[in-house]
C-alpha cells in the first residue's frame, strides 16, 4: 500500500511531574539551594556525591552528610558542540564527571570551558551556582562547573 | 578463544541447566530507520509468523509467551497489550511481559522451561525507536532526581565512558572507527541490517564529532525493528530440529546506576554472568555482543575473555541496526543461526540495558 | 522437577493518597528492607530481586530497575522488571517463585510499587492518543458497563455493590497498613456517595495510592523467617486479548483457566470449602460476585448471593479481603502483590487483627487491562 | 530580589527544607495508527463505518488495528457496516475528569454496529438518561459534510432510530 494512505500525527506526552524527595535527597537539594555541596558516608568511609539514599554497592543505609566542594577534578568528559534544547547550557559545553574535594565518587554536571580544546581530563574545576535569588532546589541550582585556573588567574566561583 | 583457566574476577558458582532447552527458531524484522507504514501490530505479525512458519508450528504449539518493550518508545501506556494481537491469544495463553529488551523476556521463558513449567515459548520484542526523540527518551531512564532533570543524552554518556577507556590507554578513537568499519563490511551479508558499507577506518576517522571522543560511525543508528525466538525443550527440540541448538548456560547482572560510582572502562556485571553461564569452560567461535557504542564492544569482549581467534558480530552488531528492546534478543538469534549453519559449534550471545552498560546478560549456546 | 517454593518474608509500605515523606526509592525500600527483615536475612543474602509496576509514565521514570538496583540490595545480581498491567504484581511475585521453583536461586527478593502521587494517575492512564476516540468515560467507566451486564446476567439486586463496599471499608479498619480507615462506613454513607459511573458510586471504587509490597521467596533449603513459611502450592498466569467478538468481560474465559490451573496444581476441587481466605483484586465493588462465579467459589449467577449471606465477611465461611482489599487501598503496580503477600501473611499466621482464625490455605488473585491478565496463587501452613 | 546582598549564605531564613521537585516532561513523536487503522480512520472521513474480516473466523471488527486479535493473523478483507447498531450495555457518566467534554450527566455505551462482531464505546444523546436500555437500537449522527475527518470525532454521538429493542440473546454474546 503505498504511504499516502496511512495517516500521521504529532503527539505530544507532557506531564507536570511533582517529585517528593525524601531526607537524603532533600538535604542535599537544599544545600544546593543555600550554595553548599553535601555527600554522604558509605559503608566504606567513601564520600558520595551527590548522596544516593543508599550505598550504591552494598545497599546499606548511608551515613552522616558532609560537606564538600566547591572544587574538583574532571575525571572523564565529553565534548557537547550542538547542545540539545532541554540541556543545562545553550552554547557548547562539556558533560563530565567531576569527583569534588572531598568525595570518593565523581557527579555528573556540565563544565563551560569554552571549548574542547581548554578542557583535560585532570583539570580542576570549580562550581559556578545560580543567583540565589533564582535557586529553588535542584540540580539545575548549579549553573556549571567552569575551570578553576584560567589564563593563569584564579577563578573565584565558589562563592554562594 | 576464552581463557578457562584464567577468568576474569567476579567469577561465581557455575549453574548447570537441568533441562535442555534449545533456540528452535528465530525471526526478524527487517531493521530500518523509519517504519511510518506500520502500528506495532503490523510491524509483529510477519516476524512471529516466519518464527512459526519456519519450523511449521503455530501458536497453539507454545504453551507460554513472553515479550519485551517499553511504553516509551510508543509514547502511551500498555503499548505490550495491543501487541499481543499480532500472536491471537485465544484460548488463553499463559503469557507474561517484562518492560526490558527482549533478551529478558527470553531468560524469563528458559527460567519456566528450565522447571518444566512450559514446554516451548514463543519470545518477541519489538519497537520503534523513530517515533519520538531517543536521545530524550533514554534520558528518563536516569536517576529521576539528580540526573534526569538535566536531560544527558546517552551519546554524552557513551561518550564519557569512551574518554575514560582512552585516558585508561585502553583504546583509541581509531579503534573505535575499526570496530564500526568492520561492522558496516559485515553488514553487507545481513539481509536485515540497516547500516551496511564497505568503508576503511580511516575514512571514517574523517567524520565530525557528535559528542566527543564519538564520530558517527561510533554511535548506533535509530532503528525500528522487531524480532521473536521460538524456545523448545525437550522432545519439542528434537522434533522441530535435526541439530537443535542447546543454551548450556544464561545468567544476568545489574551494577550500581550512579555513573561516578562505577569504573566505566569495565564490565564486571558482564564477566560474573559469563561465569555463571559457564563461558570460560570451554572456548567460543563466534561472539554477538550487544554494544550499541564501538567502544563498548572492546570493554565486553574483554569481561568475556574472548581471544581475538572469536569472531565478534558477524551480523555487525548493534552499530549495523539497534532496535531498541530486541537488539539483545537479536544478538542471542544471530549467534544461534551461526551455530545453526554450523559456522559456528559454541558462541555467546550478549545483551545490555541502562547507561553506559549498567546491566548486561549472557547467554552460551552449543550445537549437538 | 521443579523444586519448592516458599514465602518467608513479608513488607509492604503503609498506603496512603501521597507519601510525602519519601522518594520512589525511599517507598520501595521501605517494603523490601521489611521482608528481608521479616526474613532474618540480610541485602547479601538475597539472590537475585524482580521487581514490578504499572506503566513508567506514571512515575516519569522509564524502566526504573536500573535506578533502583541499589536502593533493592540488587547490584551485582540478576533484576528483572516485570510490567503485566494491574496484575503485575501478582505475576512479578510468580516470575520470583519460577526462579526459586526452577532450582536457579534460593532467595529471591520480589518487590512491586506504585507512587502515582508523582503524576495524576488516572490522568497518565488517559494520555489521548491521536485518533483515537475523543474520551468518553475515564477509568470507572470502562468497567460500569461490565458491572451493568454483570447485574442484568444475573439479576443482583443493587445493594450487593454497596456490602462490598462497605465490608472491605470495615476490613480495613482491623489492617493498619491501609490507605482508607473510614470507621463510620455504612451502606448510607455507600449510597449517598457521588454517583461517578451509573451504576458505580464514588465509594464503590477504590481509592489512588502510593504504595509498596514485597516479599521473600526462597527454596526449601533456605527457609528461615520469624514466621513459618507459606508454601506455594500453585501459581499460574493466563492472558487473552483485550476485545474480539464474542469476548465475555463479565466471566473472562483467561480468568477460569488461570483458576483451574491453579487449582489443579494445589489439589483444590472445591475451592470454597476447601480455601479458608482469599484475597482478590476487587477495585470496584461489583467485582466481588463477579469474581466469585469466575473463580469457581460458586455457580455462575450465584455470587451474590454469598456476598449477600456474608460469606466472604470476615466471620463468613470463606472470608475474602479480610485485609480491606483493593477498595481500601490501590497502589496499583502493588496492588496484586499485596492480594499474593497478604494470604501468604494469613498462612503464616501473622495477619494480626484481621487474622481468620486457622487459616491454612488461601488464594491470592490479581487482573490487569481489560480484565483480560490473571495471575493467581495458592499457598499453604503445610509443605506441599 | 535585585538588592539582594551577596556572598554567601544569604538565603538561609524562611525557607524550609527543600521536600518536592518538580520535573515536567514533555516528549514529542510522531505518531502512525498503521495500515488497518488508517483504513477505518478514511472511511470516518467519508461518512461510514468500515471494518475488516478475519480470513480464518470470519469475524468483523470495527475498528480493525491490523490483526484478528484471536487467530493472530492480518486482517485484509474491507467491509462496510451499517450506520446503526444495538446498544449491549452502557453506563451514566456522572463525574467530571481531565478532557472530559461533554457535560454530565451522559451516557457511555457499548455500540455493535449491524454487520460487526464487536462493540465499540460511543456517546448516546437525544434520550434521558434514565430512557437508556440494553438493547436499544441507536444510529450514528455524523458532522456535516465539510467537517469530516479521520477520525472518531466524525461521529457526534448516536441516537434512538426508533427501532423495536433488540432481543437480549441476540447480543447477550457481546456482552
Request: glycine letters at 10%; charged letters at 20%; a negative charge.
Amino acid at each position: 500500500m503505498p504511504d499516502s494512505e496511512v495517516l500521521h500525527a504529532e503527539h505530544r506526552l507532557e506531564y507536570p511531574y511533582s517529585r517528593s524527595v525524601g531526607p537524603v535527597i532533600g538535604a542535599f537539594l537544599t544545600g544546593l539551594r543555600e550554595g553548599q555541596l553535601f555527600g554522604a558516608m558509605g559503608s566504606d568511609g567513601t564520600v558520595i556525591v551527590p548522596p544516593t539514599e543508599y550505598d550504591p554497592q552494598t545497599a546499606e543505609d548511608i551515613g552522616e552528610l558532609v560537606e564538600v566542594g566547591p572544587g574538583g577534578v574532571v575525571e572523564s568528559w565529553a565534548w557537547v558542540p550542538a547542545p540539545r534544547p532541554k540541556q543545562p547550557l545553550d552554547r557548547p559545553f562539556a558533560w563530565a564527571l567531576i569527583r569534588l574535594d572531598g568525595a570518593g565518587t565523581s557527579m555528573l554536571h556540565v563544565v563551560d570551558s569554552g571549548g574542547p580544546d581548554r578542557l583535560t581530563t585532570g583539570d580542576r574545576v570549580v562550581v559556578r551556582f545560580r543567583p540565589p535569588d533564582v535557586r529553588i532546589g535542584s540540580m539545575a541550582d548549579i549553573e556549571c562547573f567552569v575551570p578553576e585556573v584560567r589564563d593563569g588567574a584564579e577563578v573565584r566561583e565558589g562563592l554562594r | 578463544m576464552s581463557s578457562p583457566e584464567n577468568p576474569p574476577s567476579g567469577s561465581a558458582p557455575r549453574r548447570r541447566p537441568v533441562r535442555p532447552v534449545s533456540i528452535a527458531s528465530f525471526a526478524q524484522a527487517r531493521n530500518v530507520r523509519q517504519d511510518d507504514h506500520h502500528n506495532e501490530v503490523e510491524m509483529l505479525m510477519p516476524v512471529i509468523a516466519e518464527a512459526f512458519g519456519s519450523i511449521s508450528i503455530t501458536k497453539d504449539d507454545v504453551d507460554f509467551i513472553c515479550s519485551g518493550s517499553t511504553d516509551y518508545l510508543i509514547g502511551g501506556p500498555f503499548s505490550f497489550v495491543m501487541a499481543l494481537d499480532a500472536v491471537g491469544v485465544w484460548p488463553p495463553r499463559a503469557e507474561s511481559h517484562v518492560e526490558m529488551d527482549a533478551a529478558w523476556a527470553l531468560y524469563e521463558a528458559w527460567v519456566l522451561l528450565q522447571e518444566g513449567a512450559a514446554d516451548a515459548a514463543l519470545v518477541y520484542g519489538f519497537g520503534r525507536s523513530s517515533l519520538g526523540d531517543l536521545n530524550e527518551i533514554l534520558a528518563l531512564q536516569l536517576d529521576p532526581y539528580y540526573l534526569a532533570p538535566l536531560w544527558p543524552d546517552p551519546v554524552s554518556l557513551a561518550a564519557l565512558q569512551a574518554r575514560a577507556l582512552i585516558d585508561a590507554g585502553r583504546a583509541t578513537e581509531a579503534d573505535f572507527a575499526a570496530i564500526a568499519a568492520r561492522s558496516r563490511k559485515d553488514a553487507l551479508s545481513n539481509p536485515n541490517a540497516q547500516v551496511a558499507k564497505d568503508v576503511v577506518a580511516s575514512t571514517l576517522m574523517e567524520e565530525a564529532y557528535v559528542v566527543s571522543p564519538l564520530r558517527r560511525h561510533a554511535l548506533p543508528p535509530i532503528t525500528d525493528g522487531a524480532a521473536a525466538i521460538v524456545l523448545a525443550a525437550g522432545e519439542k527440540a528434537h522434533q522441530w530440529s535435526d541439530d537443535p541448538v542447546w543454551i548450556t548456560g544464561f545468567d544476568h547482572r545489574i551494577e550500581t546506576h550512579s555513573l561516578g560510582a562505577r569504573d566505566l572502562t569495565v564490565s564486571p556485571s558482564t564477566s560474573t554472568a559469563a561465569a555463571r553461564a559457564g563461558l570460560f569452560e570451554a572456548p567460543v567461535d563466534v561472539a554477538e555482543i550487544h554494544a550499541p557504542y564501538a567502544h563498548q564492544e572492546l570493554i565486553v569482549k574483554e569481561a568475556l575473555a574472548l581471544g581475538d581467534s572469536v569472531v565478534i558480530n558477524p551480523s555487525g552488531g548493534a552499530l549495523a541496526a539497534n532496535p531498541i528492546m530486541s537488539a539483545g534478543l537479536i544478538r542471542v538469534g544471530e549467534a544461534a543461526a551461526r551455530i545453526a549453519s554450523g559456522e559456528a559449534h559454541r558462541a555467546v550471545a550478549h545483551a545490555t540495558s541502562g547507561p553506559c552498560l549498567q546491566q548486561n546478560l549472557v547467554c552460551v549456546m552449543e550445537g549437538a | 522437577m521443579a523444586e519448592r517454593c516458599a514465602v518467608i518474608g513479608v513488607g509492604q509500605t503503609h498506603h496512603k493518597a501521597k507519601r510525602e515523606d519519601v522518594s520512589i526509592a525511599g517507598l520501595v525500600r521501605e517494603a523490601a528492607a521489611m521482608a528481608v527483615a521479616d526474613a532474618e536475612l540480610g541485602w547479601p543474602d538475597i539472590d537475585a530481586v524482580v521487581i514490578g509496576k504499572a506503566p513508567d509514565m506514571f512515575e516519569g521514570n522509564m524502566m526504573p530497575e536500573l535506578y533502583l538496583a541499589p536502593a533493592l540490595g540488587a547490584v551485582g545480581k540478576p533484576m528483572i522488571r516485570v510490567h503485566t498491567a494491574g496484575s503485575v504484581g501478582g505475576s512479578t511475585a510468580i516470575v520470583a517463585a519460577h526462579l526459586v521453583a526452577s532450582g536457579i536461586h534460593k532467595r529471591v527478593l520480589t518487590v512491586a510499587y506504585e507512587k502515582q502521587s508523582d503524576s495524576d494517575a488516572m490522568w497518565a492512564l488517559s494520555v489521548p492518543q491521536p485518533f483515537a476516540a475523543p474520551l468518553l468515560a475515564g477509568a470507572g467507566g470502562y468497567f460500569a458497563p461490565h458491572i451493568r451486564a454483570y447485574m442484568r446476567r444475573s439479576g443482583a439486586p443493587d445493594h450487593i455493590g454497596r456490602m462490598v463496599a462497605v465490608k472491605d471499608r470495615q476490613n480495613a479498619l482491623r489492617n493498619p497498613f491501609a490507605h482508607l480507615h473510614l470507621p463510620d462506613i455504612s451502606m448510607e454513607m455507600v449510597e449517598e456517595s457521588m454517583m461517578l459511573w451509573d451504576p458505580l458510586r464514588y465509594l464503590e471504587a477504590c481509592p489512588s495510592s502510593d504504595g509498596a509490597a514485597a516479599m521473600v521467596l526462597a527454596a526449601e533449603d533456605a527457609v528461615s523467617g520469624r514466621f513459618p513459611p507459606a508454601w506455594v502450592h500453585g501459581l499460574a498466569m493466563r492472558s487473552e486479548p483485550t476485545m474480539f467478538a464474542g469476548r465475555d468481560q463479565v466471566n473472562p474465559r483467561a480468568g477460569r483457566d488461570c483458576s483451574a490451573d491453579v487449582y489443579s496444581q494445589a489439589g483444590i476441587t472445591d475451592p470454597r470449602s476447601q480455601l479458608d481466605v482469599a484475597e482478590v483484586y476487587v477495585p470496584f465493588s461489583w467485582y466481588e460476585p463477579m469474581w466469585l462465579e469466575n473463580l469457581g467459589f460458586c455457580e455462575l449467577g450465584e455470587g451474590w448471593k454469598l456476598t449477600e449471606a456474608g460469606a466472604t465477611a470476615f466471620e463468613g465461611d470463606i472470608p475474602w479481603n479480610t485485609s480491606g482489599g483493593v477498595l481500601s487501598s490501590n497502589p496499583i503496580g502493588a496492588s496484586g502483590m499485596l492480594r499474593f503477600l497478604e494470604v501468604a501473611m494469613q498462612v503464616r499466621g501473622q495477619a494480626g487483627e484481621h487474622q481468620v482464625d486457622g487459616a491454612r490455605l488461601a488464594l491470592g488473585q490479581a487482573y490487569g487491562g481489560g480484565s483480560q491478565f490473571f495471575s493467581m496463587w495458592v499457598v499453604g501452613a503445610d509443605r506441599p | 530580589m535585585a538588592d539582594e546582598p551577596g556572598g554567601p549564605s544569604t538565603v538561609t531564613e524562611d525557607r524550609g527544607p527543600v521536600t518536592t521537585l518538580a520535573t515536567p516532561i514533555r516528549l514529542d513523536f510522531n505518531f502512525t495508527p498503521g495500515v488497518a487503522q488508517s483504513r477505518f480512520l478514511m472511511g470516518l472521513a467519508d461518512g461510514k463505518f468500515m471494518g475488516q474480516r478475519c480470513s480464518v473466523c470470519s469475524k468483523v471488527y470495527v475498528p480493525s488495528r491490523g490483526s484478528c486479535p484471536t487467530d493472530g493473523v492480518p486482517t485484509i478483507e474491507d467491509v462496510e457496516l451499517a450506520n446503526v447498531g444495538t446498544i449491549t450495555t452502557y453506563c451514566v457518566v456522572n463525574v467530571p475528569f481531565a478532557g472530559q467534554s461533554i457535560e454530565i450527566p451522559y451516557i457511555c455505551a457499548q455500540v455493535l454496529l449491524d454487520g460487526a462482531n464487536l462493540s465499540f464505546m460511543g456517546l448516546i444523546q437525544e434520550v434521558p438518561t434514565d430512557q437508556i436500555r440494553m438493547g436499544m437500537r441507536v444510529e450514528a449522527v455524523w458532522v456535516d459534510r465539510e467537517e469530516l475527518s479521520p477520525s472518531l470525532a466524525s461521529v457526534r454521538y448516536f441516537r434512538p432510530n426508533g427501532e423495536a429493542d433488540a432481543d437480549y440473546e441476540t447480543f447477550k454474546e457481546y456482552l
